[in-house]
């Protein structure tokens, strides 16, 4: 009951004042949708918030060196949606936006980067660890019983056949299609000129501001001024913070599942997803 009246006083003090707020979402580490790790989940719940509070503009604050290719594309629409509704969304770059991370920024109206930021890295990739020889050498043998030819096209326990490496080749440029025609669309770049440098290669921020994937460079401060402006706020904006809440893991490792599983080798479920290629320093 006291969050409901907290919640009305709020509506009728926005309406009677002018609503200054500029929503503040980050949006840190592999961008991945799980049971365990809901990544993609939250951030759309964020922005669902936002819009629920009549927040006119939000500054995506991203730090994050890629994740699946459905969770990236989740968030993405989900940007599309709200900026179609009238809000405005500005992305800051942080440390690293690479892959996953370029590919939701580039659903924003405008992208803010710092000079030494690290993106790009566009491109698919599917990883396999082959571990067939190690089994032979401590006496295991593996049996399949499948549906079709293709069923255990991942498995560890064989080489990929030519027609097995066409099919995954197949759709790694189907998706890869996808990546870099979103940011044709979405940053106004010909197809062509986007498939001379979407290689897998990194570029600093100057380097993608150069390259037309980011407008301006700045800080999330000047993000906030920037989105502030474009949805006609005037004064000095208020930040307003609206990022998803942090996990009991986060609060006391400061990282996800998967980076922990990532960081320690362990990591064997999602090495058989498509990711985009995550920059390794």
């Given at each position: 009951m006291i969050g409901k009246v907290i919640k009305d006083f709020d509506k009728v003090k926005y309406a009677l004042f002018e609503d200054k707020r500029v929503g503040i979402i980050k949006m840190d580490?592999?961008?991945?949708?799980?049971?365990?790790?809901?990544?993609a989940s939250r951030i759309i719940e964020s922005f669902d918030t936002a819009s629920k509070q009549g927040i006119k503009a939000v500054v995506l604050r991203i730090n994050s060196p890629g994740g699946t290719v459905g969770a990236s594309q989740e968030i993405f629409r989900e940007i599309k949606k709200c900026r179609?509704?009238?809000?405005?969304?500005?992305?800051?770059?942080?440390?690293?936006?690479?892959?996953?991370?370029?590919?939701?920024?580039?659903?924003?109206?405008?992208?803010?980067?710092?000079?030494?930021?690290?993106?790009?890295?566009?491109?698919?990739?599917?990883?396999?660890?082959?571990?067939?020889?190690?089994?032979?050498?401590?006496?295991?043998?593996?049996?399949?019983?499948?549906?079709?030819?293709?069923k255990d096209i991942l498995s560890n326990?064989?080489?990929?056949?030519?027609?097995?490496?066409?099919?995954?080749?197949?759709?790694?440029?189907?998706?890869?299609?996808?990546?870099?025609?979103?940011?044709?669309?979405?940053?106004?770049?010909?197809?062509?000129e986007v498939k001379k440098f979407a290689d897998g290669r990194i570029f600093s921020g100057t380097q993608a501001k150069n390259l037309g994937l980011v407008d301006e460079i700045g800080s999330q401060s000047d993000a906030v001024e920037l989105a502030a402006k474009l949805a006609g706020i005037k004064g000095k904006?208020?930040?307003?913070?609206?990022?998803?809440?942090?996990?009991?893991?986060?609060k006391f490792t400061g990282s996800n599942l998967n980076e922990i599983l990532e960081n320690a080798g362990l990591n064997a479920f999602y090495k058989k997803t498509p990711l985009w290629l995550m920059p390794d320093f």
């Amino acid at each position: 009951m006291i969050g409901k009246v907290i919640k009305d006083f709020d509506k009728v003090k926005y309406a009677l004042f002018e609503d200054k707020r500029v929503g503040i979402i980050k949006m840190d580490g592999i961008i991945l949708d799980t049971k365990l790790f809901p990544f993609a989940s939250r951030i759309i719940e964020s922005f669902d918030t936002a819009s629920k509070q009549g927040i006119k503009a939000v500054v995506l604050r991203i730090n994050s060196p890629g994740g699946t290719v459905g969770a990236s594309q989740e968030i993405f629409r989900e940007i599309k949606k709200c900026r179609e509704k009238g809000m405005k969304v500005v992305v800051s770059l942080g440390d690293v936006a690479a892959s996953g991370g370029l590919y939701v920024a580039v659903g924003a109206d405008k992208i803010m980067s710092n000079p030494g930021t690290v993106t790009g890295s566009i491109g698919v990739i599917i990883k396999s660890s082959v571990i067939k020889d190690f089994y032979k050498k401590i006496g295991i043998e593996s049996q399949t019983v499948k549906s079709g030819e293709y069923k255990d096209i991942l498995s560890n326990t064989k080489y990929l056949s030519s027609e097995e490496k066409e099919i995954l080749q197949e759709l790694i440029d189907s998706t890869y299609e996808q990546f870099v025609r979103e940011i044709s669309e979405n940053r106004a770049i010909d197809m062509e000129e986007v498939k001379k440098f979407a290689d897998g290669r990194i570029f600093s921020g100057t380097q993608a501001k150069n390259l037309g994937l980011v407008d301006e460079i700045g800080s999330q401060s000047d993000a906030v001024e920037l989105a502030a402006k474009l949805a006609g706020i005037k004064g000095k904006p208020i930040p307003f913070n609206i990022s998803p809440k942090k996990t009991l893991l986060q609060k006391f490792t400061g990282s996800n599942l998967n980076e922990i599983l990532e960081n320690a080798g362990l990591n064997a479920f999602y090495k058989k997803t498509p990711l985009w290629l995550m920059p390794d320093f």
